[in-house]
C-alpha cells in the first residue's frame, strides 16, 4: 500500500463514519414521528344526542277570547291560581253599559207585561197586547244573557289549577286572540321536550337513562329517564319528539335549554382506544420501527372513545393519531 495511502486512511475512515451516521440519522428522521399510547379501561357509552326545553308536564298558554285592552292584572309570576279563576280583566265599560241599558229595559216590559195581564183579566185589554209585552221581555232578557255572556269573556280565565309561570301585557295594551297573556301550569313534574333525528329513533326506548347538562349547572350532570316517544315524526325537520320526565328535585327551572344524551348502550370496564386510532377497524402498533397493522374487533364508538372487544392486549401501544398517508411496513419514529 502507498505511504500517501496509509496516511490518508485514517481520514478516510472519518469520512464513512460520518456517511454511515448521517445516513442513519436521514433514516431516522425521514421516518414520521408518532405519539404511542396503551389502550386503557374505562366506561364505554354509546348515546344519542339531543337538544330539549324544560316545560311543566301540564301547562296551558291564555290568550283572550275576544280582542280588547287590559284594564286590570288579577295574577302574577309565581301565584297558585284555581280553575276558572280571573287573571286579568280587559276593558268591559261598553258591556256593563250595554247591560244596564238592555235591564233597563227589562224592567220596563216586565212591568208592562204584569200590567197588560191584570188588565187582561179584567177585559180591558186584548189576549195578543198582553202575549207580545211577554215577548219583548223574553227577548230583552235573552239579550240579557248574551250581552253578559260578552262580559265574562272580558276576562282571562285560567283553564286548570296551577302556578302562573310567566306572565306578557300591561295595563292599557291591546291584546288580540293570538296574543298569550299566561302561562299557566303544574310547578311538578317538569319534563323535556326533545327534537331526535329520524335515524336515531330506532334506538330510543322508553325507560332510558338520560344525562342532562344546561348552562345554568354547567358543573352538573343530571340524569332522567326517557317517558314517551311520539308516535308520528316530522317529515319536513325530519326529527321524532322525545319527552324526558324530570325528578322531582331537579334544579332545573321551565323554560331552560338542555343538552341531553340518551344512553343506549354501556359497558362499566371496557378496552378503549381513541377513535383517531382507527382505520376500518384496525390500528397500527411499532415493531422494530415500522408500522404494523393490527385488525380488531369493536363495540361501542363513542364520539371520542371506541370499546375494542378483540384482537388487542390490554398493554399493547399503538400510534394515537396515524398521519395521513402512513401505511403498514413504513418507518416510524416513537416520541
Do not use: C
Not at 40 to 61: D, F, L
Not at 82 to 94: F, I, M, S, T
Not at 165 to 186: N, P, Q
Not at 266 to 280: I, N, Y
Request: net charge neutral.
Amino acid at each position: 500500500m502507498p505511504k500517501r495511502l496509509i496516511r490518508q486512511l485514517p481520514l478516510l475512515l472519518i469520512l464513512l463514519g460520518l456517511a454511515i451516521g448521517g445516513g442513519w440519522w436521514w433514516w431516522r428522521m425521514a421516518a414520521p414521528e408518532v405519539d404511542l399510547i396503551p389502550p386503557r379501561r374505562g366506561p364505554a357509552v354509546e348515546a344519542i344526542y339531543a337538544t330539549g326545553t324544560v316545560e311543566a308536564e301540564k301547562w296551558a298558554r291564555i290568550a283572550p277570547v275576544v280582542p280588547g285592552r287590559i284594564a286590570e292584572i288579577l295574577a302574577f309570576e309565581g301565584d297558585m291560581v284555581k280553575e276558572g279563576q280571573p287573571l286579568a280583566r280587559l276593558d268591559d265599560r261598553e258591556a256593563r253599559a250595554k247591560i244596564s241599558e238592555l235591564e233597563a229595559k227589562a224592567a220596563y216590559w216586565r212591568e208592562e207585561m204584569n200590567r197588560s195581564a191584570t188588565l187582561t183579566e179584567r177585559g180591558y185589554r186584548s189576549t195578543e197586547a198582553t202575549q207580545k209585552a211577554r215577548s219583548e221581555y223574553n227577548q230583552v232578557t235573552a239579550a240579557i244573557d248574551a250581552a253578559r255572556q260578552k262580559r265574562s269573556d272580558l276576562l282571562v280565565a285560567s283553564p286548570m289549577d296551577g302556578m302562573v309561570l310567566k306572565r306578557d301585557g300591561e295595563i292599557g295594551e291591546l291584546a288580540e286572540v293570538k296574543d298569550t297573556l299566561f302561562w299557566v301550569g303544574a310547578p311538578r313534574p317538569l319534563r323535556i321536550t326533545a327534537e331526535v333525528d329520524e335515524e336515531d329513533i330506532a334506538r330510543v326506548k322508553t325507560g332510558q337513562k338520560v344525562l342532562i347538562k344546561a348552562d345554568a349547572f354547567a358543573q352538573k350532570v343530571l340524569e332522567a329517564k326517557v317517558d314517551r316517544i311520539t308516535p308520528k315524526g316530522d317529515p319536513v325537520n325530519k326529527t321524532f319528539r322525545v319527552r324526558v320526565v324530570l325528578p322531582d328535585d331537579t334544579p332545573l327551572l321551565v323554560g331552560m335549554t338542555t343538552e341531553i344524551n340518551i344512553i343506549t348502550a354501556e359497558h362499566a370496564d371496557a378496552l378503549l382506544v381513541p377513535v383517531t386510532a382507527l382505520r376500518d377497524n384496525t390500528v397500527l402498533a411499532v415493531k422494530d420501527g415500522r408500522a404494523v397493522p393490527l385488525a380488531l374487533e369493536t363495540g361501542i364508538r363513542g364520539r371520542t372513545q371506541v370499546e375494542i372487544t378483540g384482537g388487542l392486549e390490554p398493554g399493547q401501544p399503538i400510534i394515537a393519531s396515524p398521519p395521513a398517508g402512513l401505511k403498514a411496513g413504513d418507518r416510524v419514529r416513537a416520541k
